[in-house]
């Protein structure tokens, strides 16, 4: 260990002693940004700074862990990135296939998946479904892994389904038009039964959710750290912490 790691490892310990874990966010989301610059930075490729992303997902686990966090959403692949070109989305459906695997094995955490599952390739969905239900009936943090995830796909789709389950049902339009409410969109989101994101991690330095739950995070709060995501440390993550708890939180109020 060199000085500085030291250094930031002692820092990192100041951080973490201070922080209030009543103040914690219980649901975190990260949109993990940055790991083709990081690659460019370092000479690799855009492949390998995918890897390099995927390998600092069970550092962050590990983390809220240790800070009682209850949920955590992780955007591993948006719909927009279906537009990259297959010498780069090939290696990195691969990637996020054995990220999950090694999810699904670790034992601590309960893998769900948000996203449309019909954009993946067949062998991605099964992962993904496997995943699922492998670690369906384990009491820890879970994971939401956001692959072929959109906003406003996501939306759509919520609306898609209420529409379905009430036309099963015999509802005419008029009667669906007079129950109709936020909170029964919410049923049918991908996240439905869970807690909102109280907090929204960006790395990368860019300022903007791309898309990223836009239904979800209507009161949550975000914190945009510059560091590209593989690159990311224990300290941003608890600086990001002591971030939040030092808001006040008022739901438009």
């Not at 909102?196 to 995070?217: H, K, N, Y």
Request: hydrophobic share 40%.
């Amino acid at each position: 260990m060199n000085l500085r790691d030291l250094v930031y490892g002692l820092y990192a310990r100041r951080v973490g002693g201070r922080l209030d874990h009543d103040q914690v966010p219980k649901h975190i989301g990260v949109i993990l940004d940055g790991n083709r610059r990081w690659a460019k930075a370092s000479g690799g490729s855009a492949v390998e700074g995918h890897q390099a992303g995927a390998d600092k997902i069970s550092e962050l686990l590990g983390w809220c862990s240790e800070t009682d966090v209850e949920v955590v959403t992780l955007w591993l692949l948006s719909t927009d990135n279906f537009d990259r070109p297959e010498v780069e989305l090939i290696p990195l459906l691969g990637i996020i296939e054995n990220t999950v695997r090694q999810l699904a094995s670790d034992g601590r955490w309960r893998v769900h998946h948000v996203g449309t599952l019909d954009l993946l390739p067949s062998r991605t969905q099964t992962v993904l479904k496997e995943a699922e239900e492998a670690t369906a009936g384990i009491d820890g943090i879970i994971v939401n892994v956001a692959v072929g995830y959109g906003g406003r796909q996501e939306i759509a789709d919520a609306v898609r389904s209420l529409l379905l389950e009430h036309s099963s049902r015999g509802t005419t339009f008029e009667e669906l038009a007079e129950v109709v409410s936020t909170d029964l969109i919410s049923e049918h989101l991908y996240t439905r039964g869970q807690p909102d994101p109280d907090l929204v991690i960006r790395t990368s330095g860019e300022q903007r959710l791309s898309g990223f739950m836009l239904w979800q995070s209507a009161h949550s709060e975000y914190y945009f750290c510059e560091v590209f995501w593989p690159a990311f440390r224990k300290v941003d993550f608890l600086r990001a912490l002591r971030d939040y708890a030092a808001r006040h939180r008022r739901y438009g109020a």
